[in-house]
């Protein structure tokens, strides 16, 4: 796969594997590949074919057939070579509890043939970077889940691999944690280290991915930059208001006169209205799409809204899908409204997020 | 089965620098947590010989002269069940549960190579298990027999039969998951235990045919007849020399199959 701007850090092709006894491919001709330096996020839900991926591509799971090639070695071939090549964060601790967290680091590092004295000062260096350094030579059964989180990703990082996976890297962090743990992901970004991230967390695939690829049923079904995928869906933001039409006037009166207006594409009518009850998306049983909050979305999303009217007969509530910034549209809706005596207790504005790009690919059906 | 060509050219020093660092870790750990590894191997043994050739002996159930037929037996059960379980043990809770062995099997070296390592680090810890049985069960009997022109045959037969002991330890140790572990302890280690011919010498038992043929698929049996071959050649022993074909057989056996399960479990 050529690309403009630098090389290929991982490339897969046509992969495919099936499990013994299976019927069906748990990883199904996926083709894709991530660019040098690239942050790169596979999504999908569970069982869609990520970890079997990120198995085969650590050299820990057999490809039935394909090519997988990391930093330029051939994994399915030559799987040593690309082990010196690759660090793996795994979702859960696998850290030697035998060790000490400094142990962990520097016995990870001479497995790697990292020099004695080297191995040490790398140790020292991340510990303290990664802040462990006051408990560098505890038991590692007392860390913590963040610290233990921090202290694999500082072991995957003393061999300098070229290639890190990072399997739900945040998962069960707290907020405090996660956030130190994005910025250690950037931080490795900036100095050139190729990342494949799984997550589960849309916000955090959008925060920290160049580039994301949405696999399902083991076949690729999207991939592009997190803004990208967001606005090829449907192209547009969401208005959505209740509002309770004057008496005489109908809803569907009320809906042509709305998509009349400029800049609004399609109007339809959403589950019967419901007494707002507040700012915020916090209907119980409305809302299909567009309710997450990506980046930029969380800005813009708890919107004005009128008081409540009680008892008001008949309130409807619209969505409006508009080709223009939402914002602009409450000015000229609002007076359209007002022209017809109509009525206007909420209002709300959606923009698409990563999640909404996600569901509408994989479906909202449990797995 | 592409990772038994390797290591090419370019990757073979990092195998073995790999190889001799994950070596290291064991020997680190294994020093690190000796007296556990003490009270795990030599409890079950030094009872046995403390019971059998201390108590019966002084209340006259058995003769005096047990305890130089038994002790021998002690100390090969001692080389074969530290091999087996130091390695077994760990294994299920590291493939099944901690996780632990993954940063290893990421390591640049062929997954072989870390069987191997386990074999060499289980031999070691059988082999070690072996040479403290002596001393205290010179302490516990009062006396041992001592006999050096016996010395070479002894570490042949002692390292071989560590040796099998560490293949069946990593065939059951990436075979059963933690939950079964239990079950695999008791089902597997009591028999083998007990039908070794660690505490009666095999060419004896021919009042008990059955058991005879019983004993003999044993490959403990052979470790121990070996030890009495070195130690005491006047009790009736198997011959030497097929101790040591039996037991390389063995070894070359149970640990084809340990590397086999081992990668099978390493890898889906």
């Known amino acids: 796969m050529a690309d403009a701007d630098g090389r290929t850090a991982v490339e897969v092709i046509e992969l495919v594997k099936r499990y013994p006894k299976r019927d069906v491919n748990a990883v199904d001709g996926l083709t894709f590949a991530i660019r040098e330096g690239e942050v790169f996020g596979l999504l999908g839900p569970n069982g869609a074919g990520k970890t079997t991926t990120v198995g085969i591509l650590t050299t820990r799971i057999e490809a039935t057939s394909g090519r997988a090639m990391l930093a330029g070695v051939d994994v399915l071939r030559n799987p040593v070579a690309a082990r010196a090549r690759l660090a793996v964060v795994p979702q859960r601790s696998n850290l030697d509890r035998s060790l000490t967290p400094r142990q962990n680091l520097t016995f990870h590092a001479a497995y790697h043939g990292v020099g004695r004295g080297e191995r040490n000062e790398r140790a020292a260096t991340l510990l303290k970077q990664f802040g462990l350094e006051d408990q560098a030579d505890v038991k590692v059964d007392w860390y913590s889940g963040g610290m233990a989180q921090r202290l694999m990703i500082a072991r995957a990082l003393i061999h300098e691999p070229q290639v890190l996976f990072l399997d739900e890297p945040t998962t069960g962090l707290d907020p405090q944690a996660r956030l130190f743990v994005w910025d250690r992901i950037r931080e490795m970004r900036e100095r050139g280290v190729t990342i494949l991230l799984t997550t589960h967390d849309m916000d955090e695939a959008a925060a920290l991915t160049d580039r994301v690829g949405i696999i399902d049923h083991g076949k690729l079904l999207a991939l592009d930059s997190p803004a990208n995928l967001i606005k090829r869906l449907s192209g547009q933001s969401v208005l959505e208001l209740t509002v309770t039409p004057a008496p005489g006037d109908g809803a569907d009166a009320l809906i042509a006169a709305l998509v009349a207006a400029d800049g609004v594409d399609k109007a339809e009518r959403v589950a019967a209205a419901m007494p707002a009850f507040g700012p915020g998306n916090g209907f119980p049983g409305g809302f299909p799409g567009f309710g997450g909050g990506g980046p930029g979305a969380g800005a813009a999303r708890p919107s004005a809204v009128a008081t409540m009217v009680p008892g008001a007969a008949g309130p409807v509530r619209l969505r409006l899908y508009l080709t223009v910034e939402p914002a602009t549209m409450l000015a000229p809706v609002v007076s359209l409204l007002a022209t017809r005596s109509a009525e206007l207790t909420d209002v709300h504005i959606g923009q698409p997020s990563l999640e909404d790009v996600f569901i509408e690919l994989t479906g909202r059906g449990l797995r | ?268």
């Open chain 2, 1 to 268: 089965m592409t990772d038994l060509i390797l290591p090419l050219r370019s990757t073979g020093s990092s195998a073995r620098k790999a190889f001799l660092a994950i070596l290291w870790r064991d020997v680190f750990v294994t020093g690190k947590e000796l007296w556990v590894l003490l009270i795990q191997v030599a409890l079950t043994p030094l009872f046995m010989l403390f019971i059998f050739a201390k108590v019966l002996a002084r209340q006259g159930f058995v003769s005096a002269s047990y305890g130089h037929l038994l002790l021998p037996g002690i100390i090969a059960l001692a080389a074969f069940l530290t091999a087996l379980q130091s390695v077994a043990f760990p294994l299920v809770m590291e493939f099944g549960w901690t996780k632990e062995i993954e940063d290893r099997l990421l390591a640049p070296l062929p997954t072989t190579w870390v069987t191997v390592e386990k074999l060499v680090i289980a031999t070691m810890r059988g082999l070690f298990a072996a040479a403290i049985m002596y001393p205290i069960g010179w302490l516990v009997l009062g006396t041992a027999p001592w006999r050096p022109e016996g010395i070479p045959l002894l570490i042949v037969v002692l390292l071989l039969g560590a040796w099998v002991g560490a293949g069946i330890g990593i065939t059951l140790g990436t075979l059963i998951t933690p939950a079964k572990i239990s079950i695999m302890f008791g089902l597997i280690l009591t028999p083998l235990m007990f039908t070794g011919a660690t505490q009666y010498p095999w060419p004896t038992l021919d009042s008990l045919p059955w058991f005879k043929v019983i004993t003999a698929l044993n490959p403990l049996t052979y470790c121990a007849e070996g030890v009495r071959a070195a130690m005491v050649p006047d009790v009736p022993h198997i011959a030497p020399w097929i101790c040591v074909v039996v037991l390389v057989a063995s070894s070359a056996v149970f640990s084809v199959t340990g590397m086999l399960t081992f990668r099978r479990r390493a890898y889906r």
